[in-house]
């Protein structure tokens, strides 16, 4: 599944909220077929470089690629399924599990924008593979935090996305879906796709991520992830031993 290029490229990306700055001179490469972790406190910039990524934020400075397309592009192409903090999902809209995982296939269907045989047995196995087939009726905000998580990656399954974007998926999931999420994640690398995930559980890190990257409005560091989990690193990111303070 792999092409020519990185499938995530930053180079020299800078974001600015009026007088805030949320990214300054921030470069990456990330391959195919790998789970890279996102790893920050909160303020320090991930929410808005995956808002880069997806074309929502435009940079003041620098270029974004995703397999050599701008993100306008890769959007319009389905190269990109993107799994939003909780906060930025209306859970009262009125729409079906069903629905919202048939929403992966919209760039996949023809002009009458109507599923066919093909589109609906897609969804129905993205539906078998995250464990959600017999809610695929319920409507979306009855669900709970976990399996909101898990309808959101069977949406990017059904779009057949090559690069997996998830901004804090852990955050309020039980334990069955968050081991649920990291296998999909991982099974999804193996297939060649491309995962780049925030997440604050830096003891799931070893378990999840391929690499990791301590974002702090820039990027501190980005390599193998027992590197990442260094005090010296964490300290850097956030100004503390967090794991010490995790275990205590």
Do not use: C
Request: net charge positive; aromatic share 4%.
């Amino acid at each position: 599944m792999s092409g020519p290029h990185p499938a995530i490229e930053v180079d020299g990306v800078g974001v600015r909220y009026g007088e805030v700055v949320a990214l300054e001179d921030v470069s990456l490469r990330v391959p195919f077929g790998s789970v890279t972790a996102l790893v920050g406190m909160n303020g320090s910039g991930k929410s808005t470089l995956f808002k880069a990524l997806t074309g929502m934020v435009r940079p003041a400075h620098g270029r974004v690629r995703l397999d050599g397309m701008t993100p306008a592009e890769a959007r319009r192409r389905g190269l990109i399924g993107y799994v939003p903090q909780s906060e930025a999902v209306d859970w009262a809209f009125p729409v079906s599990v069903r629905d919202v995982v048939m929403m992966g296939r919209y760039g996949h269907l023809g002009p009458t924008r109507r599923p066919r045989r093909e589109d609906r047995e897609i969804v129905d196995r993205a539906l078998e593979r995250v464990e959600l087939a017999d809610l695929a009726e319920r409507q979306i905000g009855r669900l709970s935090g976990g399996q909101r998580k898990r309808v959101f990656v069977a949406r990017g399954i059904a779009q057949d996305a090559r690069i997996l974007l998830l901004d804090e998926p852990f955050a309020g999931v039980d334990k069955k879906s968050e081991a649920m999420i990291v296998r999909l994640l991982r099974e999804a690398a193996a297939e060649g796709r491309t995962v780049l995930v925030s997440s604050h559980d830096l003891h799931a890190l070893p378990g999840l991520a391929d690499a990791a990257v301590l974002l702090l409005r820039r990027v501190l560091f980005h390599g193998p992830v027992a590197e990442a989990l260094h005090p010296e690193q964490l300290t850097r990111a956030f100004g503390l031993d967090i794991l010490g303070k995790e275990g205590s």
